[in-house]
């Protein structure tokens, strides 16, 4: 398997789901693309296949798309911390792939879902940071499968059966929010479930703080399993890595090709690193009342 043809996805069928056809998406990319173009705040003109990316995300809700799109660019300003220095080539990067196994899996579910399968590494805790653990998982993943994927949802399922003591004294509540606030306000409606197997009691002490302090609708997504068999019953088990009893190549081989294929998009990465987003103000919703409104999001429930 290459690199290069590593996520199979049908396009077609995604969009015949939603009663949509190329015709009738290329519309409702015009109406977006049209949209930010009268909006001069946005650092660039995001591609086609981009907004494409984010109309599916959003069920094609064309009001939705534009709050997951302004939001896309407007959390790099609230939560620097999750997206500078997290190009997949830099080193400041490089623990974090050693220490996380984390890639969607090649094939899609019968319902066009994709898997994203994560797995801690058992390596030095010294080198783990919760900050870029987030970056790859919901940063340089998410940003390739913009310009690679099209799905109707993603099921995450993590394997914690390595996670340490040592990792949950890393995880503060204040890390949790911000993860959330990413998930709610640009990857939310993307997000059908998240699993969780093999994890230690110390574990369950994370998943019970980011299932308090997500919002309720996310919160509800997060489900505990016993056992790698209790994933067969949501995730078709051929399509998993073979130590999980699946027909595809083992995580670490898989994780191996997907960090290859998220090398390969070192210029978009750079390009983001470098965008000017100081002057992203909407007259509605200002730099500073995003700020605002994530000052006002991490204080909700940590009181």
């Not at 994709?114 to 940003?143: C, H, P, T, W």
């Not at 505990?224 to 890595?241: G, M, Q, T």
């Not at 898989?254 to 070192?266: A, G, H, V």
């Amino acid at each position: 398997m290459e690199s290069e043809n590593f996520l199979i996805t049908d396009y077609k069928k995604v969009w015949t789901h939603f009663g949509k056809t190329e015709e009738t998406v290329d519309k409702d990319v015009k109406i977006i693309k049209n949209w930010i173009k009268s909006n001069h705040y946005f650092p660039e003109i995001p591609d086609d296949i981009m907004i494409q990316h984010f109309l599916t995300n959003c069920n094609f809700s064309i009001e939705r798309t534009k709050q997951c799109l302004d939001m896309y660019y407007a959390v790099r300003i609230v939560v620097p911390e999750m997206y500078n220095y997290t190009n997949p080539t830099s080193s400041y990067m490089a623990a974090a792939y050693e220490l996380i196994l984390c890639c969607p899996l090649p094939r899609l579910t019968d319902q066009l879902e994709r898997i994203l399968f994560l797995k801690l590494n058992d390596g030095d805790l010294q080198m783990f940071n919760i900050n870029k653990a987030m970056a790859l998982v919901y940063n340089n993943v998410s940003e390739v499968r913009i310009w690679e994927d099209l799905t109707l949802g993603d099921k995450i399922v993590g394997d914690l059966k390595d996670m340490k003591i040592g990792h949950v004294k890393k995880i503060f509540p204040s890390d949790v929010r911000k993860l959330g606030f990413i998930l709610e306000n640009v990857w939310n409606l993307k997000i059908k479930e998240i699993h969780f197997f093999n994890v230690p009691r110390y574990a369950e002490k994370v998943i019970k703080l980011c299932k308090t302090l997500f919002n309720k609708k996310l919160g509800e997504k997060i489900f505990v399993h016993n056992s790698i068999e209790d994933i067969y019953k949501i995730v078709p088990k051929e399509i998993l890595p073979k130590e999980y009893g699946g027909n595809e190549k083992s995580l670490q081989e898989l994780n191996d090709i997907w960090l290859k294929k998220m090398k390969q998009y070192e210029d978009r990465f750079t390009k983001l690193e470098n965008m000017d987003i100081n002057n992203f103000i909407r007259p509605e919703f200002g730099s500073s009342d995003i700020s605002g409104y994530f000052g006002n999001y991490m204080k909700l429930e940590m009181e």
